[in-house]
């Protein structure tokens, strides 16, 4: 059975190269396109680990990975935070929300796979 990942991701362009990643790594991907729908995703479908994207419309991404982890059901799914915008400050930004683990985009397969691999191995308990 495949692992499920989902991505949060608004841009559509984005979305579709990280979708074509995930598939080729491997993975059955669900998106969400905004913060609000993560997290609702994030409930109702109990992905194996979340790719967010940090900068969303109406909640972003800091935001909805707060939300994430205060839910008991959601709690221990692993995050990658995702980010264009790689300024200093926003790893530990991303970490100090709940997120496991922090990339900045573009990101490839070749750094993807082991983050994702690594994360899904130990993940939160």
């Known amino acids: 059975m495949k692992k499920i990942v989902l ?4 841009s559509k362009t984005s979305a ?13 991907c669900i998106v ?5 729908e993560a997290i609702k995703k994030a409930r ?17 991404g800091l935001k909805a990975t707060e939300e994430i982890r205060k839910n008991a ?7 990658i935070a995702l980010t264009a915008l790689a300024m200093p400050g926003d790893r530990e930004k991303c970490l ?6 922090y ?7 070749k750094e993807l796979g082991p983050c ?10």
């Open 7 to 10: 991505l949060v991701e608004d």
């Open 16 to 28: 579709a190269i990280m979708e074509n990643e995930l598939e080729f790594l491997g993975y059955e």
């Open 32 to 36: 969400a396109v905004d913060g609000k």
């Open 44 to 60: 109702d479908e109990r992905p194996d680990l979340i790719l967010m994207d940090m900068s969303l419309p109406k909640v972003d």
């Open 73 to 79: 059901d959601t709690r221990t799914i692993p995050i």
């Open 96 to 101: 100090k929300a709940g997120c496991d683990d």
């Open 103 to 109: 990339l900045a985009k573009p990101v490839s397969h």
């Open 116 to 125: 994702i691999t690594k994360l899904m191995q130990s993940k939160r308990g």
